[in-house]
């Protein structure tokens, strides 16, 4: 195998096992064959959110696709923090904005809400795994983020688990502090509604889920992609994997 540090590294969803020869097509065989130009022995990094992360080498090239082979293990699997987030839809860009940065910031979890503000009703799902895919490829986490299809608030809600804390980005001035949520718990959850807010309604039946925290992201109005990167942000410093 090449000794030249490997230019990119893959998600694949196969176990990996050394000597494993794996076909790579559709967009990832585009993108090494027709974007990054791999020639036979150039090597890639390469997981599967299960077994870790693998060194692997380009074996055959083709129009679109490559073969790779599977070499040693470079690194074992770590996982992230269970942290899910829940947004409303917005404009296609900055719903690509908060798929990536969510990712990258370490969810687990990604579970796109309508609410009654929610000016969108329907979302890409293939576009989405394929940001979280690409954003995790880039970042260097082992395990890339579940995406659940679109539901509404009240259906999310009427079966939340007791054991997940809620937190609510709430623009009310009276709401808390991140840094002040209670730190007993292990299993997290990070609402940020539409750019309307919440509708009065939906903010009481927040309210009423247990373990449910209403917190503030400070003084000024943040659009929806901002308030994602702010609220995930406080969330690490304080609670997740940042001092790790």
Same mark, same amino acid.
């Given at each position: 195998?090449?000794?030249?540090?490997?230019?990119?590294?893959?998600?694949?969803?196969?176990?990996?096992?050394?000597?494993?020869?794996?076909?790579?097509?559709?967009? &990832?065989?585009?993108? +090494?064959?027709?974007?990054?130009?791999?020639? +036979?022995?150039?090597?890639?990094?390469?997981?599967?959110?299960?077994?870790?992360?693998?060194?692997?080498?380009?074996?055959?090239?083709?129009?679109?696709?490559?073969?790779?082979?599977?070499?040693?293990?470079?690194?074992? &699997?770590?996982?992230?923090?269970?942290?899910?987030?829940?947004?409303?839809?917005?404009?296609?860009?900055?719903?690509?904005?908060?798929?990536?940065?969510?990712?990258?910031?370490?969810?687990?979890?990604?579970?796109?809400?309508?609410?009654? *503000?929610?000016?969108?009703?329907?979302?890409?799902?293939?576009?989405?795994?394929?940001?979280?895919?690409?954003?995790?490829?880039?970042?260097?986490?082992?395990?890339?983020?579940?995406?659940?299809? +679109?539901?509404?608030?009240?259906?999310?809600?009427?079966?939340?688990?007791?054991?997940?804390?809620?937190?609510?980005?709430?623009?009310?001035?009276?709401?808390?502090?991140?840094?002040?949520?209670?730190?007993?718990? &292990? %299993?997290?959850?990070?609402?940020?509604?539409?750019?309307?807010?919440?509708?009065?309604?939906?903010?009481?039946?927040? %309210?009423? &889920?247990?373990?449910?925290?209403?917190?503030?992201?400070?003084?000024?109005? +943040? *659009?929806?992609?901002?308030?994602?990167?702010?609220?995930?942000?406080?969330?690490?410093?304080?609670?997740?994997?940042?001092?790790?």
């Amino acid at each position: 195998m090449s000794n030249k540090k490997p230019r990119t590294r893959l998600y694949i969803n196969n176990e990996f096992k050394s000597g494993d020869i794996h076909l790579i097509d559709g967009n &990832q065989g585009h993108y +090494l064959v027709n974007v990054l130009r791999v020639q +036979l022995g150039e090597t890639l990094k390469v997981f599967n959110g299960v077994d870790g992360e693998w060194g692997a080498e380009i074996v055959k090239v083709g129009k679109g696709k490559a073969k790779i082979s599977i070499g040693e293990k470079l690194a074992e &699997q770590t996982n992230e923090p269970d942290l899910w987030y829940l947004y409303a839809p917005v404009k296609k860009a900055r719903v690509d904005y908060i798929i990536q940065k969510a990712t990258e910031l370490g969810v687990a979890r990604i579970i796109p809400v309508v609410t009654k *503000r929610t000016n969108l009703d329907r979302i890409k799902y293939d576009k989405l795994v394929a940001n979280a895919i690409e954003a995790s490829e880039q970042s260097g986490r082992m395990t890339v983020p579940h995406i659940e299809e +679109l539901a509404s608030l009240e259906e999310k809600l009427e079966y939340w688990p007791d054991d997940r804390v809620l937190v609510f980005c709430d623009e009310v001035r009276h709401a808390g502090q991140m840094r002040n949520l209670p730190s007993d718990f &292990q %299993k997290w959850a990070i609402l940020v509604g539409p750019e309307g807010g919440f509708s009065p309604e939906e903010r009481e039946m927040i %309210k009423s &889920q247990q373990n449910a925290f209403a917190v503030t992201l400070g003084p000024r109005i +943040l *659009r929806a992609d901002t308030a994602a990167v702010s609220a995930i942000s406080l969330w690490q410093n304080y609670f997740g994997d940042w001092g790790r």
